[in-house]
């Protein structure tokens, strides 16, 4: 009996002498609300209670955001403020209905109909409801410091550029994972430069999509480039398993972190990308920066390559060679005054071509 007693005396001591270090990694919580014909999910981040005030992220399709099966972004959040790599914030989740289309397309686009269904372009109408109706709600419900950023996936992320680019007094933040930025032939990069100093974006894409966004980076020159971090996810699918941790750690460190722009190491993809609607082979060189942070973005659109090698293939200005005769090319990449020289092998795309 005695012993029994000792050993719970034990337990005991030992639970409550960890206590301290338990609270200091404190529980974030999920709050449900309606407004105007809208559900929202509310993510409060850990010791709410305490914090003064909060930016705050709204995020379109806002019922796939905190769950098991979800984004997980409650997860992720919470290990980035626990961890003091971003300020405590709120996270608005807007959920999506059967007008999905029609609030988050700016533009009339007949193939998207004929994938999609009929809509009606009509972002504009549901950026107008978040700002009039979704935004002073939050401000008088929750504690926040009317900092505000605007996300979404797929044409969640689409919205959430053309929101920020139209409305940039409001939102000065737009997250936007695999955004079908091809709406329209490409519409959203002719209102580039709508985009504003103060603003921040971050947009990026999964080397198993259909799409390829660094032409926008590099020729439009609609966006200044200090305002803008994409990042290229290799072999990253069209699909929430793709874009839950480094693609939404990113975002919000970029919405709510600090990056120390000068610590940092790159390091360089290869990649052969077989097109599944074409079955083209696109091979490309993706210089990848990872900041002290643990924010990744791919640089292709800000670093130089050099072919030294040049009667065996051609390098674009976006990473992309091209073979000319069956032999490895020899590649040097410059960002930031630092040369990195590596050898693509032929052997890897003929693997992929035949």
Known sequence: MERIIKTIQIVLYLFYSCLPVFSQHQISKIEEHSVSGFKLSVYLPPGYDSVKNAKVLFFNDGQTLFDEYSLRMDKTADELINSRWIEPIIIVGIHSDVNRTSNYVPYSDEGARQDFGDYQPNAGKYTEKIIRQIIPYIEKTYKTNRVYGIAGYSFGGLHATWAAL??????????????????N??????????????????????TGEWNYYVPML??????????IFYYEDFGGLHDIESWRGDRIKNMLLLFAGKTDTNTYHWEIQQEMIK??????????????????????CSISYAAEFTLLNTADGRINKDGSFQF???????VKITYRGEE??????YSEYAKIKD
């Open 166 to 183: 139209n409305y940039p007094d409001v939102f000065t933040f737009s997250g936007a994972l695999s955004p079908s930025y091809w709406v």
């Open 340 to 345: 990195k020289t590596i050898t693509v092998p």
């Open 275 to 296: 097109s599944v609607v074409t079955g083209k082979i696109y091979p490309r060189l993706n210089p990848i920066i990872i900041y002290s942070n643990g924010l990744k």
């Open 218 to 227: 590099l020729y439009s020159k609609l966006l200044i480039l200090q305002q």
């Open 185 to 206: 032939n490409f519409q959203i990069f002719k209102e580039g430069s709508k985009a504003q100093a103060h603003q921040v974006y971050y947009f990026d894409v999964g």
């Open 324 to 330: 000319i005769n069956p032999i490895g090319l020899k």
